[in-house]
T-cell receptor, first 116, second 113 residues
């Protein structure tokens, strides 16, 4: 079975500083990779996804992530954060072979706290 | 394009009762998945419906059941509620051939007393 580990439960960062949120996954088969953001009392919004091809993927709101197959990682980065980026961030995987029927497997989330 | 909607927003039930949560999928999406998100945790996959049939299920007991209707909307039913069922229940829809990219609704907050 696949699993996702988000190494940091909380990441405090000063406004306009860069940030990296770490995600590692475990799977014996190929996976698709996703990052979602959840603002307080809301559902999840897709930030970006890796399906195949270029390992550097760009998403919304200035976020990007890099897929590293050898390290089974998919870390999320932003060069300069804003107060509005304060939210919970979830990394998720989906089996390529499953056709989606296995759903998404999520990590426990990382709370990004932007300090003024 | 209409997004995923869920009702109700909040719900309070007592232990042993039954509950039905509802979801309307995003326009053009034919697959609906349900997730349970306990406080401070990531969402956990309950099951997925495609063409009115359950085609995938996570590690949840049979008292969690669902339906999908011809218009692709869906219901999640939970029988014999337990205190641990208190959570945010998220519905997500997926379009055909979209590599399991799921679009989430705002969720229903269920509290079991």
């Amino acid at each position: 079975a696949q699993s996702v580990t988000q190494l940091d439960s909380q990441v405090p960062v000063f406004e306009e500083a860069p940030v990296e949120l770490r995600c590692n996954y475990s799977s014996s088969v190929s996976v698709y990779l996703f990052w979602y953001v959840q603002y307080p009392n809301q559902g999840l919004q897709l930030l970006l996804k890796y399906l195949s091809g270029s390992t550097l993927v760009k998403g919304i709101n200035g976020f990007e992530a890099e897929f590293n197959k050898s390290q089974t990682s998919f870390h999320l980065r932003k060069p300069s954060v804003h107060i509005s980026d304060t939210a919970e961030y979830f990394c998720a995987v989906s089996l390529v072979s499953g056709g989606g029927a296995d759903g998404l497997t999520f990590g426990k989330g990382t709370h990004l706290i932007i300090q003024p | 394009e209409t997004g995923v909607t869920q009702s109700p927003t909040h719900l309070i039930k007592t232990r042993g009762q039954q509950v039905t949560l509802r979801c309307s999928s995003q326009s053009g999406h034919n697959t609906v998945s349900w997730y349970q998100q306990a406080l401070g945790q990531g969402p956990q996959f309950i099951f997925q419906y495609y063409r009115e049939e359950e085609n995938g299920r996570g590690n949840f007991p049979p008292r969690f059941s669902g339906l999908q209707f011809p218009n692709y909307s869906s219901e999640l039913n939970v029988n014999a509620l337990e205190l641990d069922d208190s959570a945010l229940y998220l519905c997500a829809s997926t379009g055909q051939g979209s590599y399991n990219e799921q679009f989430f609704g705002p969720g229903t907050r269920l509290t079991v007393l």
